[in-house]
């Protein structure tokens, strides 16, 4: 499975960004696909996780309530509506995929995107 992430960019404390996960591989609706951000000297986070047909969604305690996760399997693409923005979300973004249920841990995950990076200003 290969993975791009897009959507990323500048925006103001309070605003919104949406982040696409474009997969290729025409089994991708197997797949859990997780968010996760990295922040400069910081280690990877977890964001948000969805299972493969999108009936269970899970987030970090930090974004929870102004971050939703949806996917599309039509489009083999996920996203991550990110509203409320704050300065502490800056980071780069990337989706992952994993071939069983959803996790937070980073390390459980197959194949990972690019980033993007999203910069949220005060």
């Known amino acids: 499975v290969q993975l791009q992430a897009s959507g990323g960019g500048l925006v103001q404390a309070g605003g919104s960004l949406r982040l696409s996960c474009a997969a290729s591989?025409?089994?991708?609706?197997?797949?859990?696909v997780g968010w996760f951000r990295q922040a400069p000297g910081k280690e990877r986070e977890f964001v948000a996780a969805?299972?493969?047909?999108?009936?269970?969604?899970y987030y970090a305690d930090s974004v929870k309530g102004r971050f939703t996760i949806s996917r599309d399997n039509a489009k083999n693409t996920v996203y991550l509506q990110m509203n409320s923005l704050k300065p502490e979300d800056t980071a780069v973004y990337y989706c992952?995929?994993?071939?069983?249920?959803?996790?937070?841990?980073?390390?459980?995950?197959?194949?990972w995107g690019q980033g993007t990076q999203v910069t949220v200003s005060s």
């Open positions: 969805i299972s493969w047909s999108g009936s269970d969604t």
């Open positions: 591989g025409r089994t991708f609706s197997r797949y859990a």
């Open positions: 992952a995929v994993r071939g069983n249920s959803p996790t937070a841990n980073y390390l459980n995950y197959d194949y």
